[in-house]
């Protein structure tokens, strides 16, 4: 042909393999190849050519000028791996460049959270985004994580995130609020049973996950959307050879730190001393302390090395306009607590298809298996009963058999070691997530996705508690099995249309419209029976059916259908805006209160595309500045809070029934608003970017369970809360919150050889009541530990939710004149013996100035918000070596520590306590700061700031050592990438906090009771040996 | 249904589907009729705990303890932080609350189809509830806030107190509607159908109110009530064959003699089984159901007032060789062992402790026991008539009274009295200066027959602190003599020797007048710091 040339080449992917079947056109003309098995490919280009495009499914599509040259060399790039910073973000309904978002998006790929042996993807961020605040409530296997982005925005609803797993919804909320309060678990001491709702997912699995900080950028999510929405996109198949991946580690954990506790000789002292004070004779055995032994180290017992392993592989490539993504994996933790382990299985398929150039399918499939044990749980369980154990008392008699307290050692404690192994309290829980959609380009610009997924949830609860004899004291005749099945069905129908079209080059428009349909099922059942024959078979049929109980509850059918609409207009790069508009209509209301509008709009401006800026490009680029508005709702509430019913409790004389709860007709959604600032921008050449973040949240009808107090609807008493009528849900009072997120990365050295990035996000939070309900004057929040049912925090208006109240200590009565000149507290006169006020009690202060100590002094005594978080991570490259250091921190926060009652109140019988309150205030031991023993309850155990510490900390989070085989040398072998690493996490935490762990989190994702710790599972520590392989 | 318009409105109503909605129930005679049955059973677990008897039991000298989550109770330290005292209060405003619901709801709910006796009867007996929930709070703390309706105060919950005069007044009020509108019963054998509260238990209830209200004329009017109209029969006496003890076996719930009785589901779990033997019972041996931690054991004060020939003692208290068939069968009974000690007083509580499941129909479970409660027994009515006709005096021969006091000691097998002496503090003819010994260590001792009948009949039955706080009068903020029986008794411990040496060491310098009033729990305090001030009177509705 006249003019034509010949362009040969070789098209290979980042990794430099050979790319086989891409299509490589001439632009605007009709003359299209396809490169062959090896990547080759040979053109013949007609004279008007000047353009050849590389397009190949899952790569950026690329196009060159041809220049005249003969041969064209290229490199395509993965469209959705996050190897240089073009990438894409999900923002709901759709996806966008990342440098054209107008709202505030935190994103952390892949390779951000490899390699980090946690088990659950919410525990990985923590540290990773900016302004996403994540505590484990438990270090426990399987359980719930506290994550809350920019803080908190309501008081009684769930705080946690819309998880938006492959575009399946997840809820956050551990403890099922929205369907029927009920966690999947059950627990044997009254303790935390909240389950991590996204442990099914296989962290491994996981391509990225975006988390939608600001209004603008959730709104388009409207009613679920105020505490924010973290998009998870798993792994699709890449374009290539058939690829093989395998990761797998192995390592061990183990407890960092155990609180001093006394040994036998210190113990017999103070039992000594306990017995003077109480006053009945002190024990013969210990006449002589200074001739016993250590005696028995509780915490050694239930503590122990535990090894944890996962190994995931992976199959996935992409063909013939397909590609394709499997996996299975195992992970198995077991727990560094006696009697706690974590297993879990998961497969996953992920598919799509062009199988038209007009229609596109694809589908989502995964399943997982889970099985947890947890025989004491968290708080009040395991940990709790071992510090109080006695160091007298042994773990086995002489004969192998399990020991415990003696018949009159009222307040001894059942053996912890017994108790660990031989409960049984376990839950196994199933979860298929999965979906199908269908692309259909309708015109060029106009595509319709239609959508349909699912998310079911199974699980299995049992309890059984066995016969045993750790006699005299604890004995048990007679079995006791608790199951309970709880299921949840979970569907979602979405269809929409996307318009994208860029008008005389400079104008681009993405429109989305659609509508959505979401139902919820939710049922559970319960059954119990008890006197079994045998300890081994422990199942329903096999319990006395006379004891047996029965229990079920179906949930009402919780629909939420919505319209939405978003456009996002951009010109010349420079200018854009964003408006989104959704309407929800929700079951959970009352007819004539169903329907709620969320708009919310978003604008940004590339200040570094301005003619202006240019001669600054090289200090400054990519600089933008982001505003955004929007109003999203909160609609984790319960189902028919509209209405009363009737709970069936049995009682004596057959199915007796109480009213459920204080109904609210008029309850409607809430409306939280947030306003965004945001700047973001690269410095000295791309080498440090940087984004930062204010932002301010505030709400209207803000949405609240009413805190009422017992005298108009009674309250758990003697831990039943039978009969107790719930308060009722209402709309009013106001939460405003500020705050502002950095996130930096920096790329401090960039050689062949070595590299050295730092990244660190730091958030600062903080929030205000600014009103509360009609008649609401505070909301006062209680703990119960042991005998005691304390109030420890207090929430007004003017102060943080969740602020500690209580007494203030001045100091310790140590003299009789300070104990005559003092104000009277609370009416005890100067007299020894638990009821009066005497030397070696503690002196609070007159805060109001009446002359007495009374209720009316107590005030605020910290805030459990921490001041800022903050995460580093350095990652350094040599060669084939990798190094990364995490860091993760919290400053500010004050912790309530409530396992001090137990463990420092001085005020049992045959009970452990830490060790330094061994030294009590006596006459003789004047200086001590330990108020003196009481039996029982006493002023000196009131919430008061002797309880209350420091929860900063800064935690060694993760370290991991890598080496990676050189490629010539994986080449020999066949392998794609190879690479060694070893990984320890939780190395260390520097702190004041004198608990076992300074991270708290909420007990039970309650916010009012954050940092409040009655005795949690700390966090292990874990060292870990992996491999990261693909061929 | 695609598109909201046009979705019908029906698609967005989802009521509960395991739940009958309150528009739904109260549509028949049955309904009405279960809707009460709530009242008599878990709202009561927490004061049944362990915090109701502390308080009557402990407090009143008849139960000791090491234990730390009582001990308060038994040296009058009790805050307003302490876990039982909280359980007390929840619980019986759970009861109130829910009492208040069918009170509110069935005048609107009911169709007018049922039969308006049957609402009627199902008012009374919540009112009734409700006015023993309030007899029981007003005792316990004294002026408490009257809620009629919880909707009155969810907008605005700070609540004053009210007066204890007005209490008293709100439970009569309630009585009496119960006792004008519960159905008429007469009672026999041992029946489900004795379990529900009658106009009787109302005037039973009355009597017993009015006695604290120190209105003797109302307080002999309802107890002649009563036992003039044969409702009732008394254990051994009007039936045959039945001694004291068996009021408290499990197979005898709802007998002739119950006049109020919490219902207890033995296979309803924690929190709707009865929960008293799982604290007291001395060991699991009893229980067979790994509770039975023996927190509370008779004082040395209470085992003195037993004559040894008192058929109670063996049914209230357990001495080491005391045994007993009915507990434990399938081991052949249950003995005492020889070095049970559990509070040092070489003793430990019988009465309400009914053995492992198998001894009772194989229901009952840890912490939840089948045997009913009583709240009010009809022996109870023999001593409120005999105290009412007294109206005070310290002593009587009047034969009506005798007769009502002596039919309750020839039941416990003591002799009859000639007359009821209850003078108050006598010289102590024993008395030795500086003895410990048991009679001998006070100068003077008190002397009440009436009072002395009650302890030994209703010990362990949650009553005798109450008796205590009375005795000083109605409303009395002041409590000279009470004051002075509880620093008397011996709470103390003693030695191994048989037979023991008592240590001395239980007598009280705590107690004050203040100590008749227990603080209204902190949390409530704290939500409520009205409940701080001084109460107001209450507006009638």
């Not at chain 1, 996806?95 to 790929?109: L, M």
């Not at chain 1, 982005?149 to 008081?155: A, C, E, M, P």
């Not at chain 1, 500020?738 to 401090?748: A, K, L, P, Q, V």
Request: neutral net charge; contains cysteine; hydrophobic residues 35%.
């Amino acid at each position: 042909q006249n003019g034509s040339t010949v362009v040969k080449g070789t098209i290979t992917d980042e990794k430099g393999v050979t790319l086989p079947g891409v299509t490589i056109s001439v632009k605007n003309a009709q003359i299209s190849v396809i490169s062959n098995i090896d990547g080759n490919y040979t053109i013949t280009v007609p004279a008007t050519g000047k353009v050849l495009t590389f397009s190949f499914i899952g790569m950026e599509r690329q196009e060159v000028s041809i220049n005249g040259r003969g041969v064209i060399n290229i490199t395509l790039k993965s469209s959705t791996t996050s190897l240089n910073d073009v990438n894409v973000v999900a923002i709901g309904y759709g996806t966008q460049r990342k440098q054209d978002v107008n709202g505030a998006i935190s994103s952390v790929k892949a390779a951000d959270i490899a390699n980090i042996p946690q088990v659950s993807v919410d525990q990985l961020l923590q540290g990773k985004a900016a302004g996403v605040t994540i505590t484990q409530n438990s270090g426990g296997p399987g359980s719930a994580t506290s994550v809350h982005i920019r803080g908190i925005t309501s008081l009684t609803l769930s705080n946690e995130p819309l998880y938006i797993i492959d575009g399946v919804p997840v809820s956050g909320d551990a403890n099922n609020r929205t369907t029927s309060g009920r966690s999947q678990q059950l627990s044997g001491n009254n303790g935390e049973t909240g389950v991590s709702p996204l442990s099914f997912l296989n962290p491994s699995d996981i391509e990225s996950i975006d988390v939608l900080k600001d209004a603008s950028a959730t709104a388009i999510y409207g009613s679920r959307a105020s505490n924010g929405v973290i998009i998870i996109t798993t792994k699709k198949g890449k374009a290539g050879n058939f690829r093989v991946g395998y990761d797998g580690y192995y390592g061990i954990q183990q407890q960092g730190t155990q609180l001093p506790m006394l040994n036998l000789k210190q113990y017999a002292k103070l039992q000594n001393a306990l017995a003077d004070v109480i006053g009945i004779s002190r024990r013969g055995e210990f006449a002589n302390p200074e001739l016993l032994g250590e005696g028995t180290n509780w915490q050694d017992e239930i503590f122990k090395t535990a090894a944890q392993q996962s190994h995931q592989l992976s199959f996935s490539g992409a063909k013939d306009n397909t590609d394709y993504y499997i996996s299975t994996g195992f992970v198995n933790q077991d727990g560094t607590v006696l009697g706690n382990d974590y297993k879990r299985y998961n497969v996953r398929a992920n598919i799509n298809s062009q199988v038209k150039s007009w229609f596109k399918v694809g589908g989502t499939m995964a399943g997982s298996y889970s099985f947890q044990n947890t025989s004491l749980s968290n708080n009040t369980g395991i940990i709790y009963t071992a510090l109080l154990s006695a160091p007298d008392q042994v773990v086995y008699n002489a004969d192998g058999t399990f020991a415990g307290p003696q018949a009159d050692q009222v307040g001894g404690q059942n053996n912890p070691v017994q108790q660990a192994l031989r409960i049984t309290n376990n839950l196994a829980r199933y979860n298929f997530n999965g979906g199908l959609y269908a692309d259909i380009k309708i015109l060029k610009d106009l595509t319709l996705r239609s959508e349909g997924n699912g998310d079911l949830n199974f699980s299995a609860a049992k309890l059984f508690r066995p016969t045993y004899n750790n006699g005299p004291r604890f004995v048990n005749l007679t079995a006791s099995l608790q199951e309970y099945n709880s299921n949840s069905v979970y569907w979602t129908w979405k269809e929409y249309l996307t318009y994208t079209h860029t008008f005389a080059k400079k104008h681009y428009l993405q429109a989305t419209a659609g509508h959505e349909l979401i139902n919820i099922n939710y049922k559970d059942n319960s059954a119990g029976v008890q006197s079994f024959l045998s300890n081994d078979l422990q199942s329903l049929s096999l319990g006395d059916a006379k004891t047996a109980t029965l229990g079920e509850y179906i949930g009402p059918t919780d629909v939420l259908e919505s319209a939405f609409a978003r456009a996002i207009y951009t010109y010349n790069d420079r200018y854009s805006l964003t408006a989104t508009f959704r309407s929800d209509r929700s079951s959970k209301f009352a007819q004539g209160h169903q329907t709620g509008y969320f708009p919310s709009f978003g604008a940004s401006w590339r200040l570094s595309e301005e003619p202006f800026f240019q001669n600054l490009k090289s200090v400054a680029d990519n600089v933008k500045i982001r505003l955004g508005y929007g109003q999203t709702g909160n609609q984790a509430v319960p189902n028919y809070l509209y209405g009363s019913a009737l709970n069936a409790v049995v009682t004596g004389q057959g199915t007796g029934f109480g009213i459920d709860k204080i109904a609210n007709p008029n309850l409607t959604w809430e409306t939280a608003i947030q306003k965004n600032l945001g700047l973001d921008f690269s410095l000295f050449n791309n080498r440090i970017d940087a984004s930062v973040d204010f932002w301010k949240k505030s709400s209207k009808n803000f949405l609240f369970q009413a805190a009422l107090p017992a005298f108009l609807v009674g309250q758990t008493a003697e831990y039943s809360g039978t009969g107790v009528i719930s308060p009722p849900y209402v709309n009013g009072g106001e939460l405003k919150a500020n705050g502002f997120d950095i996130s930096i990365t920096s790329r401090n050295i960039v050689s062949k050889n070595f590299k050295w990035n730092t990244s660190i996000v730091f958030s600062h939070y903080a929030n205000k009541v600014a009103s509360l309900y009609t008649g609401v004057p505070f909301i006062s929040q209680n703990v119960t530990t042991s005998f005691l049912a304390l109030p420890v925090t207090r929430t007004q208006v003017g102060t943080s939710v969740g602020e500690f109240y209580g007494y203030k200590v001045k100091d310790l009565f140590r003299t009789p004149e300070q104990l005559r000149n003092a104000p009277i507290q609370f009416g005890r006169p100067m007299q020894t013996g638990s009821g009066g006020t005497y030397l070696g009690d503690i002196q609070y202060e007159d805060l109001n100035n009446d002359g007495k100590i009374d209720a009316n002094d107590q005030t605020f005594l910290g805030n459990p918000n921490p001041k800022f978080t903050y995460g580093i991570t350095n990652n350094f490259s040599y060669k084939s070596l990798d190094l990364s250091i995490f860091l993760n921190g919290s400053y500010g926060a004050k912790i309530f520590n409530v396992l001090n009652y137990q463990i420092a109140g001085l005020g049992s019988l045959y009970q452990n306590q830490v060790a330094y309150v061994a030294s009590f205030w006596a006459p003789s031991n004047p200086t001590s700061n330990v108020p003196r023993p009481v039996a029982g309850d006493n002023p000196n155990l009131l919430n008061s700031d002797r309880f209350i510490e420091s929860g900063s900390f800064l935690r060694i989070q993760n370290v991991t050592l890598g080496f990676t085989l050189p490629s010539s040398l994986a080449k020999k072998i066949k392998v794609e990438r190879l690479r060694f690493y070893a990984s320890g996490q939780n190395l260390y935490v520097f702190t004041p906090y004198k608990g076992l762990d300074p991270e708290i989190g909420s007990v039970n994702q309650n916010v009012f009771l954050t940092n409040v710790d009655l005795g949690r599972f700390p966090i292990p520590r874990t060292i870990v040996f992996g491999v990261n392989a693909s061929f | 249904c695609v598109v909201s318009s046009s979705c019908k409105n029906e698609y967005f109503d989802r009521p509960p589907k395991s739940q009958i909605t309150v528009d739904n129930f109260y549509q028949n005679a049955e309904q009405v009729n279960a809707s009460t049955l709530l009242l008599y059973s878990a709202p009561w677990f927490g004061y049944s705990g362990k915090g109701g008897w502390s308080i009557t039991e402990m407090s009143g000298g008849n139960g000791r303890t090491y234990s730390a989550d009582i001990i308060n109770f038994q040296d009058f330290s009790v805050t307003g932080t302490n876990f039982e005292i909280s359980a007390v209060w929840n619980s019986l405003y759970i009861e109130v609350a829910q009492a208040n619901a069918i009170i509110n709801n069935l005048p609107t709910k009911v169709p007018a189809s049922v039969d308006g006796a049957v609402v009627n009867n199902a008012l009374g007996e919540a009112r009734l509830w409700r006015a023993l929930a309030y007899f029981h709070l007003v005792r316990v703390f004294g002026a408490v806030p009257i809620i009629e309706n919880t909707f009155d105060y969810v907008a605005d919950y700070q609540v004053p107190r009210h007066q204890v005069t007005d209490v008293y007044k709100f439970i009569v009020n309630d009585l009496k509607f119960a006792e004008a509108n519960c159905y008429a019963k007469t009672r026999s054998g041992v029946s489900p159908s004795n379990a529900k509260v009658s106009s009787g238990s109302a005037s039973a209830l009355l009597a017993k109110v009015y006695l604290y209200m120190q209105d003797y004329a109302n307080a002999l009017a309802e107890a002649n009530k009563v036992i003039n109209s044969g409702e009732f029969k008394l254990y051994g006496i009007d039936v045959p064959g039945k001694s004291f003890a068996d009021l408290f076996l499990t197979a005898n719930n709802n007998n002739e003699e119950s006049v109020v009785a919490l219902q207890w589901a033995g296979n309803g779990g924690y929190g709707r089984g009865n929960p008293f033997q799982a604290a007291v019972a001395y060991n699991s041996q009893i229980t067979g159901t790994g509770d039975g931690y023996g927190q509370m054991a008779p004082t040395f004060d209470l085992q003195d007032k037993f004559d040894p020939n008192d058929l109670r003692r063996k049914a209230t208290y357990m001495l080491p060789g005391d045994k007993y068939p009915e507990i434990n069968q399938a081991a052949g009974g249950y003995t005492l062992p020889a070095d049970a000690n559990s509070q040092g007083t070489h003793a430990q509580v019988k009465k309400y402790v009914v053995g492992t499941p198998a001894d009772n129909g194989g229901t009952g479970g840890a912490q939840s026991s089948a045997n009913n409660t009583y709240l009010m027994r009809y022996a109870e009515l023999f001593l409120i008539k005999a105290e009412a006709i007294m109206a005070g005096a310290k002593t009587s021969a009047d034969p009506e009274a005798l007769a009502a006091i002596n039919t309750i000691r020839r039941r416990a097998g003591l002799g009859n009295l000639a007359v009821i002496d209850r003078t108050g503090f006598v010289t102590n003819p024993t008395y030795v200066a500086g003895s410990n010994k048991r009679g001998e260590h006070w100068a003077t001792v008190y002397r009440d027959d009436l009072l002395d009948e009650r302890r030994r009949e209703f010990a362990f039955e949650n009553d005798y602190f109450y008796d205590l706080m009375r005795l000083d009068g109605y409303n009395k903020t002041s409590h000279p003599i009470a004051l002075q029986i509880i620093k008397q008794q011996d709470k103390g411990t003693s030695d191994s020797q048989t037979p023991p040496n008592r240590y001395g060491n239980g007598y009280l310098t705590n107690i004050t007048d203040a100590s008749f009033v227990f603080p209204i729990p902190a949390t409530e305090t704290a939500a409520d710091p009205k409940l701080n001030e001084a109460p107001v009177p209450y507006v009638f509705k």
